[in-house]
Each structure stands twice: as C-alpha cells, then as structure tokens.
C-alpha cells in the first residue's frame, strides 16, 4: 500500500494515469486512476461496479476473442501480452509480436503491450507500421528492476519518442 501511495503522489504530479495489478482492494484504498486485469481477476463488470464509471480498467488478453470479449464486459483497454518472456509473471506464455498485432487487429478498444518490453526492444514493438490502436507499452521490470529506475526511465522515454506519438502513453503497473 505504501508503494501505491508513494507511485499515486509521483503519478499526480506529472499528471500520469495510475493503475494498479490486479488488487483492486489496493486501486480503491489509494484511489487510483483504475486497474488492470487478468483474465483470471475480479470480472470486468464487478471492477466496474467497485470503482465506477471514470475509472480505468484494463484486461490483459492473448487473443483477438479475450479483447472483443473485453470490450463487451465495458474495459476501456487491452494490455496484450506477453510479447515477450517476463519475469514478473510465471509461466506466463509469449505471443511475440504476430500474437500483439491479432489482437490489435481484433480489438476494438486501445491496446497497449505488456511482458517483457524494455529500453532494448520497446522500439520494435512500436515501430511503424503499427496497428492504430495499439497506443503504448505498460512497463514494470524495465523500470523498477534497475540501479537507477530515473536513468532507466529517461532511456525507455527516449526510446519510445523517437517510435510512438507524445499522446501515446506509458503506464507503470504495480
């Protein structure tokens, strides 16, 4: 919880949206900007009921018919992923970069990829020529895994710039 407080005030000042992994318990006490899902986690609508109308939720989805599915269940993004081998979660299976543009092709709500994106691959995830809707990276080991999670995170910005546009975003989950 200290963390998520500690991210909030950080995120609030620079005017980034929020959203925390799975605990919504952890979303509502520090009133986070929203969640985001698996497909294992609370269903969307009950997120939504909790939470209400302007929060944010996502659902981590690995195929075009768990993001259309999404959508229906009212999440206002699809985290697809995992586009690369992570850490952070076991055993989780990679769709690699044909995986991510299904699903982007197949949804109909924003896409942002998840698993494994770092400073040495994030550019090649959102090189052009893209889908439209994939709009970003979500980001945790390549930022809060590191000696310097301030030099890491200026190295992923500069990466990201120079392939994405400024209203694209990049969304830390804890």
């Not at 690699?96 to 990829?113: F, H, K, T, W």
């Not at 945790?140 to 994405?164: C, E, G, K």
């Amino acid at each position: 919880m200290q963390e998520a407080e500690a991210s909030l005030k950080v995120a609030r000042h620079y005017g980034i949206p929020l959203l925390i992994n799975d605990r919504i318990d952890i979303a509502m006490a520090c009133d986070a900007d929203g969640i985001h899902l698996g497909q294992s986690d609370l269903p969307v609508a009950q997120a939504r009921a909790l939470l209400g109308p302007d929060k944010i939720i996502g659902v981590s989805c690995k195929t075009p018919e768990q993001a259309e599915k999404a959508w229906k269940d009212g999440a206002d993004y699809v985290g697809s992923g995992g586009v690369y081998p992570t850490t952070t979660k076991k055993d989780n299976k990679t769709i690699g970069l044909d995986g991510l543009r299904e699903v982007c092709y197949g949804s109909p709500i924003p896409v942002v990829a998840i698993g494994g994106i770092s400073t040495s691959n994030a550019g090649q995830v959102m090189q052009e020529p893209r889908p439209q809707n994939l709009k970003g990276v979500a980001v945790v080991s390549a930022l809060f895994n590191q000696a310097d999670v301030v030099a890491s995170t200026q190295a992923l910005r500069s990466v990201l710039a120079r392939t994405i546009k400024k209203s694209s975003p990049v969304v830390p989950l804890l």
